[in-house]
């Protein structure tokens, strides 16, 4: 093998552009599990041809088994979501440890709509939480149509790492959350005393990129509690009928869990389609959703329900009665205090050197937290190209950033030009009242 190496080394020295030969070579390399001279003709295939697919997936293989994780990812998500699953499996792998566990969720949820059934021992350990329910075995029966390996009633139980302080600006938000659900769970009987009722939740609502779901996760973190995220396409599971069950599954994993902040995203989803043939089937999960949260059946104690939705319009009225989602709160986009805290908290552990945060918060307005994130992975793709083609490490410099934001245009405009119409025309009992507010409209 050793000879085949060499003979492959030998003849790139004649010929040094020969990129097939070269990602051979790299290849052969990585077999032989010498990552660090893989990654090196990997490198050297991109300075010649960049762009080159194969090239930047070996390269990131070759930092994944060198336990350059972080590296690996800003390849990944270069090239997401147009990987093939072995790449995915290892973007999969690499968020996990570098402890990205909901953004790993995602991926991997990918994963398992593009190949039903797929399993991996370490990302299910890390990941998946069985329902391990004691009746489930009748069940079985009727949910034999589930050819994917059931996983319409497995649910992702994380802990996650992030709390408040990972929040930028919020103050408000934070507050109604301690008060309403966490100060609840601390300190029952002092609530009890003074005649407070404990429970219900909180609805966010606002924006896409503006924290919502960074929140809900942070509420847990902030308490040491689990999180359990229950998103879109599981609502839509129940809704097409796979598993009316589920949905008390769920409830019941996190009351098992508890302390356990519950968490509905874009739970628009379940009122959005009023309209549709399927109604009823819809009507039905909500209903059960509804009776769940009263906890009818069981005691909710312990267990915090948030949810969100960019559309708050289109989540049913019965969602917001007493004891449900009887907090309804606007998340708005950060002002610039805010965004000097989450550029802030986002440059970290970044490469950096000499950065005006107040600056670019200023040069940013209209940017949602997410918007602040694209910026900052722009400039750094830009400085990881300049470093591949240097071959030195270029720290980022409040430049780099401030032609990334020229890049980037915020996302938040076009939430408000519909809001805006609701706020005005659809507001009853004063709903919206915060978006005009934001907007700086009188009523
Ligand atoms: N206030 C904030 N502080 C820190 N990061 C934020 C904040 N708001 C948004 N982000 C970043 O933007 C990303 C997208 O936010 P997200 O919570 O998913 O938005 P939403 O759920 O409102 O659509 C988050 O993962 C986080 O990295
Ligand atoms: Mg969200």
């Known amino acids: 093998m050793n000879d085949h190496i060499k003979s492959l080394q030998e003849a790139l020295q004649v010929s040094p552009d020969n990129v097939p030969l070269r990602i051979h070579l790299a290849e052969v390399l990585m077999r032989e599990k010498r990552y660090a001279e893989s990654a090196e003709q990997y490198s050297e295939v991109l300075h010649r041809s ?22 690996a990812i800003i390849i990944y998500e270069e090239l997401y979501p147009n990987l093939p699953t072995d790449a995915m499996v290892f973007f999969v792998k690499s968020l996990i440890r570098e402890n990205s566990l909901q953004q790993a969720v995602e991926v991997y949820q990918k994963v398992i709509a593009l ?10 350990g890390k990941l998946r939480v069985g329902n391990a329910d004691a009746q489930s075995s009748d069940q079985d029966e009727l949910n034999d149509n589930d050819e994917a390996g059931n996983h319409g009633s497995d649910f992702f139980l994380e802990k996650p790492t992030i709390d408040f302080s990972h ?3 919020m103050k408000r938000i934070k507050d109604e959350i301690s008060m309403k659900i966490i100060q609840p769970l601390k300190n029952p009987e002092l609530y009890k005393a003074f005649g407070k009722k404990v429970g219900g939740g909180i609805l966010l609502y606002g924006p896409p990129g503006c924290g919502k779901t960074y929140i809900a996760k942070a509420t847990a ?10 998103g879109l396409h599981d609502i839509l599971d129940m809704w097409i009928g796979n598993s009316e069950k589920n949905l008390h599954a769920i409830f019941e994993l996190a009351r098992k869990n508890a302390p356990c ?8 989803a379940m009122g959005a389609s009023r309209a549709d043939l399927r109604q009823s089937a819809m009507r039905h999960v909500i209903n059960q959703f509804l009776a769940e949260m009263d906890g009818v059946q069981s005691n909710n104690e312990g267990v915090l329900i948030l949810a969100a939705t960019n559309a708050p319009w289109s989540v049913d009225a019965a969602f917001r009665r007493p004891g449900r989602f009887d907090r309804v709160i606007f998340v708005e986009p950060p002002d610039e205090q805010a965004r000097e805290e989450i550029i802030t908290a986002m440059l970290k552990d970044k490469p950096v050197q000499n950065i005006d945060v107040r600056k670019l ?8 937290g997410a918007d602040v994130k694209a910026m900052i992975d722009i400039a750094i793709e830009d400085k990881l190209r ?7 490490l270029q720290p980022l410099g409040t430049k780099d950033l401030l032609k990334a934001a020229k890049q980037h245009r915020p996302t938040t405009l076009e939430w408000f030009a519909s809001a805006r119409n609701y706020a005005l025309y659809a507001n009853e009992s004063g709903l919206y009242d915060d978006i005009l507010k934001f907007l700086k409209i009188k009523k």
């Open 50 to 71: 960049y762009g080159n697919t194969k090239a930047q997936l070996g390269l990131a293989e070759a930092y994944f088994y060198q336990h350059k994780y972080s590296a």
């Open 115 to 124: 190949n039903p059934g797929f399993a991996d021992e370490e990302i299910d």
């Open 167 to 169: 929040v930028g600006g």
């Open 221 to 230: 973190g902030e308490i040491h509690a689990k999180f359990i995220s229950i």
């Open 261 to 268: 902040v519950l968490f509905f995203d874009e739970v628009d």
């Open 361 to 368: 918060a200023k040069e940013t307005p209209d940017y949602s």
């Open 386 to 392: 300049d470093s591949m083609a240097s071959g030195s």
